[in-house]
């Protein structure tokens, strides 16, 4: 609870919720920021990979250029790489984003059952 002087005399706020770990909500929302980036940029990486075999296979279809095979081979080739990669990196980031997301419901959940003693105002005194 925090303590503040307003215009009518004292007032007292609730402080942010801490979870058992003791961390505030608000710090194992932010947590979440680096499984949800990493959906994100594997995403993209995926996205590029099928444009790089998209690329590949219409400079193949061009039957007029044959240097444009062996760098169309190249294209098709590093498109793939980037689908497998971005497609392992979105599973893994996924399943770690799910894990996030569960345990900070667990720990939203946890939350409302602080263990720390704290005064309650409603009865005017200290729950443990």
Not at 46 to 63: S, T, Y
Not at 72 to 84: D, E, N, P, Y
Not at 115 to 121: M, S, Y
């Amino acid at each position: 609870m925090k303590l503040e002087v307003d215009s009518a005399g004292l007032g007292v706020t609730p402080s942010a919720p801490w979870t058992v770990d003791g961390d505030t909500l608000e710090e194992a929302r932010l947590s979440m920021r680096g499984p949800r980036a990493g959906v994100i940029i594997s995403s993209i990486v995926l996205a590029g990979g099928f444009a790089a075999i998209a690329g590949g296979v219409v400079a193949l279809n061009r039957q007029d250029d044959l240097d444009a095979i062996g760098s169309a081979a190249v294209a098709t080739t590093f498109g793939l790489l980037m689908v497998i990669g971005g497609t392992v990196g979105v599973a893994i980031s996924g399943r770690n984003l799910d894990a996030a997301k569960r345990e900070m419901k667990l720990r939203e959940a946890q939350s409302h059952r602080s263990r720390r003693i704290q005064w309650d105002l409603r009865t005017s005194r200290l729950v443990f």
